[in-house]
């Protein structure tokens, strides 16, 4: 049987829970680095290479500071999501603003706080102009649509999704930001989501890259940057592999030498913005086992629901699930594990097989650093949990603490 590794052992998880009761997210500090410096030693061929962690991902100050001395950046695209940036240390072209849909007020924060601008639209040109300025430095974001003319992968659909400017979009906006005298672009792409397979970020590269020559050639600019977006995946299951970044590191590699170098495009930084792959696979949610019933169905009904981590009851997404101190049981039980939301679909997991489970046990939802305490939301009056933070030396550190029933009432004018 595949077993998914717990970075603590049951007697170190009782101590945790004694002073910090459940449901909480935990967060692996060490995992996390060590992931990071994987990230950034793959690319260090680049002339430059800067990840901008998609705040989004996991938006907690502490989490964005550790990124930070490992010299990641900040990919935002909200007001707090820049106010968090800002917290945690990270300013000026560290953070990347990405719009789609932006208020005036979050882009005259952006521009305030130095952030590199990445326009989703060229209708946004004018928006930006007139409510905050033109700055020094502006990126697009391309969308492909059906082009995807490097691509041998299927990326998904692009000309599906609501961002980004189509290719003819985006030569007409550099030209235009060029005639309004800036001088420094960069370009941006976001095309893949939980991708497994190396090659499409390899193909993602080679496409933006000929892009960049394109532009190059037609409107006379050069690019300082580009972007290829976040969408790394992780392996949710037992028996997926992670992404070889080495291996995509090399690839891109080679691509920039075949297409930047031979177009006397040197130097280009390359940049990402991943969320799910820097803080996913070093998150889990643990909860306790509260009742368990027995109908048409068997039933494990825990501590934690559908507010503390959304994607499977969003889109019938897979977490691992550990029961902690029965790792080496049989898996000859056949469970859903449900919260206690009145809806049907707050279950964490849907007929899975797992060892004899017990009102009491600790159940561990693996791979929930990135997107999962993050959508939380406050539905049937639930409250959202406490983030911890397993630091190296093995201590653990409260870095966001649960809500109460009165942080629930604050908004309300009673
Ligand atoms: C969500 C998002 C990311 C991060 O995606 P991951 O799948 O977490 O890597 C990066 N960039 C943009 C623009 C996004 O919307």
Avoid at 290 to 297: A, F, R, S, T
Avoid at 343 to 370: Q, S, W
Wanted: hydrophobic content about 40%; overall charge negative; some cysteine.
């Amino acid at each position: 049987m595949t077993e998914k590794k717990l970075p603590f052992n049951q007697s170190q998880l009782a101590e945790i829970i004694r002073q910090y009761p459940t449901p909480f997210h935990i967060y692996d500090e060490e995992a996390i680095r060590k992931n990071v410096r994987q990230l950034l030693a793959a690319f260090s061929w680049a002339p430059q290479f800067k990840e901008f962690f998609a705040v989004k991902a996991t938006p907690n100050p502490t989490i964005l500071k550790v990124l930070r001395e490992e010299g990641v950046g900040a990919d935002c695209s909200s007001l707090p999501e820049l106010i968090l940036a800002e917290m945690s240390g990270i300013s000026g072209e560290n953070i990347m603003f990405s719009s789609n849909d932006t208020p005036a007020e979050e882009y005259r924060k952006a521009r305030e706080m130095g952030a590199i601008i990445n326009l989703d639209d060229i209708s946004h040109i004018d928006f930006l102009e007139k409510h905050a300025g033109i700055p020094d430095i502006i990126s697009f974001r391309y969308n492909p649509g059906p082009l995807m003319q490097s691509g041998n992968t299927i990326i998904g659909y692009p000309e599906d999704a609501k961002y980004g400017l189509t290719r003819d979009q985006i030569i007409a906006a550099y030209r235009i930001m060029q005639q309004k005298g800036v001088k420094r672009f960069g370009i941006h792409t976001m095309v893949i989501s939980n991708e497994l397979n190396p090659d499409s970020f390899i193909a993602t590269a080679n496409m933006m890259f000929d892009l960049i020559v394109d532009i190059h050639k037609e409107v006379g600019i050069s690019f300082e940057f580009v972007n290829l977006g976040g969408g790394i995946g992780i392996p949710y299951k037992p028996e997926q592999q992670a992404v070889d970044l080495f291996y995509v590191g090399q690839g891109i590699k080679k691509a920039y030498e075949d297409k930047i170098i031979a177009n006397g495009l040197h130097p280009l930084r390359i940049a990402m913005e991943c969320g799910r792959m820097i803080t996913g696979p070093y998150g889990y949610l643990v909860s306790t086992v509260l009742h368990k019933k027995e109908i048409y169905k068997n039933y494990v009904g825990l501590d934690a629901c559908m507010t503390n981590l959304m994607r499977p009851a969003l889109y019938g997404a897979y977490h691992h699930i550990t029961v902690v101190g029965k790792e080496n049981l049989p898996a000859d039980h056949v469970y859903d594990v449900t919260g206690s939301l009145c809806e049907n679909n707050d279950k964490f997991a849907v007929d899975r097989e797992l060892p004899v489970i017990d009102a009491g046990d600790i159940v561990v939802m693996h791979d929930t650093g990135a997107h999962g305490f993050a959508m939380g939301f406050n539905y049937n009056g639930k409250l959202r949990s406490a983030e911890l933070l397993l630091k190296p030396s093995g201590k653990v550190e409260l870095i966001r603490r649960a809500e109460t029933v009165a942080d629930y009432l604050a908004t309300l004018d009673i």
